[in-house]
């Protein structure tokens, strides 16, 4: 059945077959396009300073991408597949960065955090599969810091990598259901602001544009 909305949560299993394939494909098709997310971040946040979270890291591949682009910041990899991480601590380890870079179990709608833990939260392809937004988004919401911002969403990176990983995924698995090739629509925008409005959060940007789909909020400093 055609998907015509593709901010819409669909639901997957997120076992370890799931969690070595999205390794195997971090670490191919999708290769280029996690240190040109980390950038757009870091850029279109302005944060580069403090605390990371990456929500839904899976193989850890943006978590490592942000240690790099943000050299000084701490970053923490999050997801609730143990499977997920463990290929997320092996990547880690690989890259050499044990020290800034680590790892954390639990759920995106209950987090094991304090309130006020990160100065930037990301997450990438994650939060279409959230089960409870709203939940997800107080969670976020109650652990960013005074003037902290996200940049949460899904997508490629730019035009050239869109079409890039479409080609690549093409070859590996043409069966691959593409979000990014889908239009976000009214409604999906509508349905955001609608949420950021009952959570009280009147400070945030929606980008839909070739960079993805990714959604800024900033808490009140
Ligand atoms: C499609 S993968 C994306 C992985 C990674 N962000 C990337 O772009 O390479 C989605 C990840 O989100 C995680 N995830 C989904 N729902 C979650 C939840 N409620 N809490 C924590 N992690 C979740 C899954 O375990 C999986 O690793």
């Not at 143990?82 to 044990?98: C, H, P, S, V, W």
């Not at 979000?179 to 999906?188: R, V």
């Not at 960079?211 to 909020?217: A, P, Q």
Request: hydrophobic share 40%; proline share 4%.
């Amino acid at each position: 059945m055609a998907e015509t909305n593709w901010t819409k949560t669909r639901n997957p299993t997120f076992d370890k077959e799931g969690a070595l394939r999205m390794d195997r494909i971090a670490k191919t098709a999708f290769k280029p396009i996690y240190p040109v997310i980390a950038q757009n971040a870091v850029h279109v946040t302005g944060k580069s300073k403090g605390r990371c979270l990456d929500m839904g890291t899976g193989p850890g591949m943006l978590a490592l991408a942000m240690a790099k682009a943000a050299p000084g910041m701490a970053v923490t990899a999050f997801d609730f597949s143990d499977d997920a991480l463990k290929i997320a601590r092996t990547n880690i380890r690989e890259a050499g960065l044990e020290q800034q870079v680590t790892t954390t179990a639990g759920d995106v709608h209950a987090m094991p955090f304090e309130t006020g833990e990160f100065d930037l939260i990301v997450s990438r392809g994650s939060m279409f599969f959230w089960k409870d937004l709203k939940q997800a988004f107080a969670e976020i919401l109650r652990v960013l810091s005074p003037g902290g911002r996200t940049y949460i969403g899904g997508g490629f990176g730019s035009l050239d990598l869109k079409r890039h990983v479409i080609k690549e995924m093409a070859k590996i698995d043409p069966s691959w259901d593409c979000y990014a090739k889908k239009k976000s629509g009214d409604d999906g925008m509508k349905r955001f602001e609608k949420m950021f409005d009952e959570l009280n959060c009147s400070s945030y940007q929606i980008i839909d544009d070739d960079t993805g789909f990714w959604i800024v909020l900033s808490a009140p400093a």
